[in-house]
């Protein structure tokens, strides 16, 4: 079913808000713009049947959706929310809130590093989704039959999903765990970023200050025009040119000419002209108020083996938590464990350090040790 008329729309949200949760998707288009393109809307509940709501074809009134998201009372269950909420987060100004990430509930319960929907519906209902619909062109009108079956099928099979995790992670004590996670995917920090934070996604092959306060510049710049005209970062400039600008920092036409990164027609108008004033604004910078760069020194030989003993641990518990271990610690994690005494780091933190960083610390102190008995890794209090 797909909405057609603001009373239908009305009725439908007001529907859903009588229920204590509800399934959510959307459709959208971000290859030719900074800001996502909203398609579709679909939304299901356990006492609602599966319906979409178009932005593109109706002239209906988002009101009534955005006031669901932000309806306390109702629990918005999503898939990868990340996404999602990043669209709400520019169309509603707000984040739906509270919210629950099945992808996140599964990894949490055992089913894999970050398991695609429709490999989880597999799992859970038996039922084998149509994908073929996947990466069409969700903006153009009139939607085929096709592409509304796959759009419905998603928040359709989503509440039997969120019903057996949610079940699960009752069982196994875990709710607290996905709580936290939530926490973070709903924090506004997470979506609203800052122009000036924008230069640490570039990889450039120096650690100058001068050049590194050139680049956030240019970062910066990009990204504030990226937004203004609703055009990709890369449509603008490439991350690669950006690095080159900062390291040769070229002070005339005749300089940026010789960046051969930079198209030579772009150097000669008015962007290029705008790229002496950034790079020169960016050179002007205090000192004392130049970024840094962190760079990563190499692990040192004698933490080799402290770091293949903890990725060994990390699995053991992961394993016999039944939680993906991606989840838990990542490779810069265990680094730093293997490294420092205490970093400050996910693993030591909340339900994480409850399933490995405990344990991971009475390993490096000697406390815990593992041993090889009748070919089994087991652990062993020291």
């Known amino acids: 079913m797909i909405i057609q008329k603001q009373s239908e729309l009305e009725q439908a949200c007001a529907a859903l808000a009588q229920n204590p949760y509800l399934t959510i998707d959307t459709e959208f288009l971000r290859d030719k713009t900074y800001f996502s393109k909203l398609c579709l809307i679909q939304m299901a509940g356990p006492g609602v049947d599966a319906f979409a709501v178009d932005?593109?074809?109706?002239?209906?009134?988002?009101?009534?959706?955005?006031?669901?998201?932000?309806?306390?009372?109702?629990?918005?269950?999503?898939h990868a929310a990340r996404q999602d909420l990043e669209i709400f987060f520019f169309e509603m100004g707000s984040l739906p809130h509270p919210i629950f990430d099945t992808q996140v509930a599964a990894m949490v319960c055992g089913h894999g590093d970050q398991i695609a929907y429709h490999g989880l519906v597999r799992n859970i209902t038996g039922h084998g989704l149509e994908k073929s619909a996947q990466f069409t062109d969700w903006s153009r009108r009139p939607l085929t039959d096709k592409q509304m079956r796959y759009a419905l099928d998603d928040v359709t099979y989503l509440r039997e999903v969120y019903e057996a995790l949610s079940k699960e992670l009752k069982d196994k004590k875990r709710e607290k765990w996905v709580m936290e996670e939530m926490d973070i995917l709903t924090s506004t920090e997470t979506y609203d970023l800052d122009p000036l934070e924008m230069w640490k996604r570039i990889k450039i092959r120096s650690d100058k200050p001068q050049v590194l306060a050139v680049l956030r510049a240019l970062a910066a710049w990009r990204?504030?025009?990226?937004?203004?005209?609703d055009v990709p970062r890369?449509?603008?400039?490439?991350?690669?040119?950006?690095?080159?600008l900062a390291m040769y920092m070229p002070g005339s036409m005749d300089g940026l000419l010789r960046i051969r990164s930079l198209p030579n027609d772009l150097a000669k108008g008015r962007m290029g002209k705008k790229l002496l004033e950034v790079i020169e604004d960016g050179k002007k910078t205090p000192k004392d108020q130049m970024p840094t760069k962190d760079l990563r020194e190499p692990l040192p030989k004698w933490a080799q083996g402290p770091l293949e003993m903890l990725k060994l641990l990390l699995k053991i518990n992961c394993s016999d938590a039944g939680v993906a271990t991606r989840l838990v610690a990542g490779k810069d994690d265990l680094e730093a464990l293997a490294v420092e005494d205490t970093p400050d780091i996910p693993a030591l933190k909340g339900w994480r350090r409850e399933v490995f960083g405990e344990e991971a610390l009475a390993l490096k102190s000697g406390k815990l040790g593992l041993s090889?008995?009748?070919?089994k890794i087991v652990k062993m209090p020291l």
């Open 234 to 244: 890369g449509r603008i400039l490439k991350d690669d040119t950006l690095a080159d």
């Open 55 to 78: 932005p593109i074809g109706t002239k209906l009134d988002l009101s009534p959706v955005w006031d669901l998201m932000r309806n306390e009372s109702v629990l918005k269950v999503f």
């Open 223 to 229: 990204e504030e025009d990226a937004r203004e005209r």
């Open 372 to 375: 090889l008995i009748k070919g």
